[in-house]
């Protein structure tokens, strides 16, 4: 089943394709560092969308986790504020029309690491 997680990352994979200018985005407030990943209102959201294609649930192995801690269980290194200077934040309208499918591989097909899946071990969490 997929998670919010999941969705949130495959739109933010969609939306790079789509605006290949994004490079970055803020940092992450310390409020939204700390709140849980899980949330009710998510499911709730993506469960009263007939046309979602999926039903979400909460899934108790993560329910405690806050998205600082989580970030760090799937590696996420801390960006050196240097580095973001010059860089810019690109926001778009909620209007914006994603496509129904993608595929990264043919998307990028220079891209020689996106067909490779690294620390397998780690969806045994």
């Not at 926001?91 to 994603?98: C, I, R």
């Not at 499918?101 to 969490?125: H, K, M, V, Y």
Request: proline share 6%.
């Amino acid at each position: 089943m997929a998670t919010p997680l999941r969705f949130l990352t495959t739109f933010q994979l969609l939306l790079s394709m789509v605006h290949p200018n994004v490079i970055t985005v803020e940092q992450l407030s310390k409020v939204k560092l700390n709140s849980r990943i899980l949330q009710d209102s998510v499911v709730k959201t993506v469960n009263e969308n007939p046309q979602a294609g999926w039903k979400a649930a909460l899934n108790p192995r993560f329910s405690n986790y806050i998205v600082g801690e989580f970030k760090h269980i799937l590696g996420v290194k801390p960006t050196p504020k240097k580095s973001l200077l010059g860089v810019p934040v690109i926001t778009h309208d909620n209007s914006l029309t994603l496509s129904d499918n993608f595929d990264a591989i043919t998307a990028w097909p220079q891209c020689s690491t996106i067909g490779r899946i690294l620390g397998e071990s780690c969806a045994s969490l």
